[in-house]
């Protein structure tokens, strides 16, 4: 398979889950499904480093594994890539500074500052010199765009060497807004809109998280490739109250009849 970031770098259509359970089963079923990629969530869940490598080895190589870690901090981003992930999602992303720093702490030197360890990653060791020499090349840096304050800033943060996505957090910008949970509102759609207006005009992949179909029907309409589609929970309780409301329904005209 073709390797995440070169697809990334490509602009791909890239669809995916939000992943919160912590459950390699559903990992493996959204693997097995065909989806491309599956985004593991570290910022708003209880999950742990241990639990997400159980995701990541659940995939077995079938779909791209992305680690949103908590914060913009070096250790949390070297914690997460040397579980063997193919990239990290850094969130809240504002400056320029910020950017520069998220993307330093993901390569080995001398491009960053990553440090060098023996993990899953470097195969326990058994691979160690071959990983640093091409973790660089193979390891993606997504960064999120999701307060207003980045909004003037966007155009510099996409020319910062070693980015390769930006992620819009439509929930966090319009919070920033005023507007939260409003994700379709004008304004905020504006906003998104002048994100991908940038990402157009520097050639850098952009994407953004879709709670369901229609919204991620809108990115894709503005030039998204890479969707975080809903999360496992909300695919679970989708069709989980569909089937309840389809059987509850007969049930009930059986019940009168």
Known sequence: MTAFRTRLRNRESLIGPLLTLGSPEVAEVFALLGYDWLWIDLEHTSLSLERAQMLIQATAGRAGTVIRVPWNDPVHIKHALDLGCDGVIVPQVKTVGEAV??????????????????????????????????????????????????LPNVSDILQVP?????????????????????????????????IAAACKKHNVAWGAFAPNVESAK????????????????????????????????ITRRDATS
């Open 101 to 150: 720093k998220a993307i330093a702490a993901s390569k080995y030197p001398p491009a960053g500052v990553r440090s060098v360890g023996i993990a899953r990653a470097q195969q326990y060791g058994l691979t160690l010199q071959d990983c640093v020499l091409k973790a660089n090349d193979r390891v993606s840096v997504i960064l999120q765009i999701e307060h207003v304050d980045a």
């Open 162 to 194: 070693g980015l390769d996505a930006i992620l819009v957090g439509p929930y966090d910008l319009s919070a920033s807004m005023g507007m939260p949970g409003q994700i379709s509102h004008p304004d905020v759609s504006a906003a998104i809109d002048t």
């Open 218 to 249: 809108a990115h894709i309409a503005r030039g998204a490739t890479l969707i975080a589609l809903g999360t496992d929970t909300i695919h679970l309780w989708t069709a989980a109250r569909s089937a309840l409301a389809e059987l509850k329904q």
